[in-house]
Each structure stands twice: as C-alpha cells, then as structure tokens.
C-alpha cells in the first residue's frame, strides 16, 4: 500500500455552524476581505450572517462583491488590487465554487506580484492570505480542496491551480444557506459533486484512504437523485447532498478529477454550458467507455443502487433534460482541447483521441 493524505481544513458542519465558531476568525487576522459573487449571498443570508459575526468579535472586514460564474485570471487580479486596496489579511469566500475559487486566488495575488504562469505554477514566495470558505452549493467540494479554476481567456479554456498553499484554512458548511438554490443548480451541482467522487475513485490517483470516502458519497448521492426535481427539497437531503459535496472534495483534492473534467472545461468555455451540467452529460458515456476494463464501475453503480451503466447513465439523462447540439468543428476543437488537459492522464485506461471523441459525439446531439 501506498498513499499520501493530507486535509489541513479545520471544518465545522451544521445549521449556525458560523454563530457557533465564531471565534475561528480571530484566528485568522485582523481584518476580512468577504468575496461573493452578484447577489446569492445576500438571498440565502450568510452574507448577513458573516457581517454580523464580524461585528461580534470585533472584525472590520471589506467586501468585493463582483466574482462571476467560472472567474477569469482578469476577474481575480481585479479583486486582488481591491483587497490590497483594503489592507485585509485573510479572506472569506462565500458562495458557490465560483466565489471559493476567487478567493483562494486573490489569496496568492494579494500578496504576490507575479505573473499568469507563476499563479497556476502553485509555488509562491510569499504565503498566500489565510482564506475561509463558505459554500452555498452543494456541489464543488472547493471549500476542502487545494484547487482554484480559473477561466483563462489566454488559452480559450479553464485551467486549475492545484497547490497546498492554497487549502482553505477554515470551512464553515451550514446546510441552510443551499436552501435558496434553483432546481436547476441544485441539479448541476449534485452532478458535480457526483462526478467529482465517481471521477475520484476511478483515477489512477486513487488511494484507499479516499476510496471509502468517493463510495459514501456516490451512495449519498444516489439516494437523493429521487428528490432532487421536488417543487420543495427537504432539509435532510440539503443536508446530504452539502455532506456528501464536501467528501467529493475530499476525493478528488487527493486523486483529483479525470477524463470528464477534462472535456467539460471546453464545453464551459465555448459553449457557456454550466460546469455541473457539462460533466453530468459526459458521465455516462465516460462510465460505458471504462466498463469493458475496470471492474470499479461496478462498485459505482452498485453504490447508487443501479442494475447497471446504462440504467445509471438513464437517470442522468432524465435530471438534465434535453442535450445540447454540438457541430462537428465543435467536435474537433473540444476533443484536442481535453486531450491537452492536465487530468486527462488520471484516466485509467488512458483513453485516445477517437475515445474522447467518441465520448462527446454520444454525450450530445449532432
Ligand atoms: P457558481 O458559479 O459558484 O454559482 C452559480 C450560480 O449560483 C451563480 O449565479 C450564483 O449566484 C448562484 N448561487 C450560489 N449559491 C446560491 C444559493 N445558495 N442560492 C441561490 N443561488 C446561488 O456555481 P458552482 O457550480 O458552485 O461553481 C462552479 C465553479 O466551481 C466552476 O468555475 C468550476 O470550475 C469550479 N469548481 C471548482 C472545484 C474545486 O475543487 N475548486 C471543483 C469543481 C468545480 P451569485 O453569482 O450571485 O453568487
Ligand atoms: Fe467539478
């Protein structure tokens, strides 16, 4: 046996999780930079609950307030200079992965002047800002992993940062504040989540330490994949499905993401399809391509309680509705694209271009 792990997140789970530990941000400096996307944060009541907190123990914080689904390079060098600008010294990030991510970036550029290829290089000279992460979907895991995603306009795609320095120093998950979220992201997000464990535990990363983590978490999920399109969604399967979110995290922070990720970044970049979404489409096929060889999808599909591949790969495809048409130059790009991604090498067995090609070509209409 062979592994590494390693979770340095401090990490509190449950309603007023944040009223209950408020102390933790004394912990963390002296004054807060709060970086949330347009508006969520102020629908769902953590931002105000944060403020307050703040105001508790004495905290003056700032807040930038302008991150964009899938930040760019440019968005996050934006809001670096603003909390430069503010003279925090530590971050707290709330929202979904889109805010998380940013976060962990201006932690680095807020103390760093460096370059593009030095930020997704991951080493820094100067310790990046100590960041809290507070989700409001279930759905990245970003709140215990060490990567941040960032849009890069310079190469037409999304690329990942992955590095310890950039582990969130404190996570803060209360349920509650998922209960604003629309059908539609509830769905996507699950699916990511979903991805991430599935994706984990049949990279060749994979440890046995993780492994227990992604078949729990792919059960969780399954369980609730019923409830998912309910007019109203219980309280206990937000529970859950934030749960079993943050063990995908913990997943893929170790054997990180694979093939799927892979393709569904270009899918994000060019076509605006959302990153849950993306990958919750190339699922399936990914899962008929590796059934052949790898008796892990068996495990997969026993721990979500499908008969098999393609009754998996049905569900799926119920939850995200009609799929999108791509064009057979769409086809070409997104294929070279993902087979110049990083995770692509993770999939076992190593897939080549006319599988990837053929993953998407049945994943959409044509
Ligand atoms: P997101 O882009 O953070 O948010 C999507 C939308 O949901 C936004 O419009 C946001 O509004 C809204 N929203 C967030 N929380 C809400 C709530 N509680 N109620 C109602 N609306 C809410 O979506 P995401 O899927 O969580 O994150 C996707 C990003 O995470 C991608 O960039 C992806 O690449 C990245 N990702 C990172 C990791 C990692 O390990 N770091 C893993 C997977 C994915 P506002 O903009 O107003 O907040
Ligand atoms: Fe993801």
Redesign the pocket.
């Known amino acids: 046996m062979e592994f590494r792990y390693y979770m340095p997140v401090k990490t509190f789970f449950g309603r007023n999780c944040i009223e209950k530990n408020s102390g933790e941000f004394l912990l963390l400096g002296k004054k807060a930079l709060i970086v ?6 102020e ?2 009541g ?1 931002l105000a609950d944060v403020k307050r907190i703040l105001g508790k123990v004495k905290i003056p914080y700032a807040h930038y307030n302008r ?5 760019s390079v440019e968005n996050v060098r934006e809001a670096a200079l603003f909390a430069k600008e503010s003279g925090a010294d530590f971050i707290i990030g709330i ?7 940013a976060a ?1 970036a201006i932690a680095v550029l807020a103390v760093n002047d460096i370059d593009d290829d030095t930020l997704f290089g991951g080493v820094y000279s100067r310790k990046p800002l100590p960041v809290a992460a507070i ?3 279930a ?4 709140e215990v ?1 060490p ?5 890069y306009n310079k190469i037409s795609n ?1 690329k ?1 940062i992955g590095s310890d320095a950039i582990f969130p120093a404190a996570a803060f998950l209360d349920p509650a ?6 059908s539609e ?1 509830t769905v ?2 699950a699916v ?1 989540a979903l991805s ?1 464990a599935i994706e984990g535990y049949l990279s060749a990363k994979a440890t046995d330490v993780i492994n227990p983590y992604a078949i729990e978490s792919i059960r969780l999920i399954g369980e609730c994949i019923p409830e998912l399109k309910a007019d109203k969604i219980k309280d206990e399967v937000r529970e859950k499905l934030l749960y079993a979110s943050m063990l995908a ?1 913990i997943v ?2 170790h054997a990180g ?1 694979t093939a799927v ?1 892979a393709m569904g ?1 270009p899918l ?1 970049y060019h076509r605006n399809i ?3 979404r993306a990958n919750g489409l190339l699922l399936y096929h990914y899962l008929k391509f590796l059934e052949p060889s790898i008796i892990k999808v068996k495990h997969i599909t026993d721990a979500i309680g499908m008969k098999n591949v393609d009754e998996f790969g049905k569900s799926i495809e119920k939850l995200l509705g009609e799929k999108e048409i791509i064009t057979e130059e769409e086809l070409v790009l997104f294929t070279k694209t993902a087979m110049a991604a990083k995770n692509i090498s993770n999939t076992v067995p190593q897939p080549e271009e006319k599988d990837v090609r053929k993953i998407f070509e049945d994943s959409f209409k044509r």
Do not use: C, R
């Not at 990567?147 to 849009?151: A, D, F, M, P, R």
């Not at 504040?177 to 629309?182: A, D, E, F, R």
């Open positions: 949330t996307g347009k508006s969520s944060a629908k769902n953590s991150i964009k689904p899938n930040p929202g979904g992965g889109s805010p998380l991510d962990k989700p409001t979907t759905g990245t895991g970003s992993t990567y941040s995603i960032l849009t999304k990942s504040y998922t209960t604003t979220l629309s992201t996507n997000t990511d991430h995290g893929i922070a993401t990720h970044y994000t959302d990153h849950g």
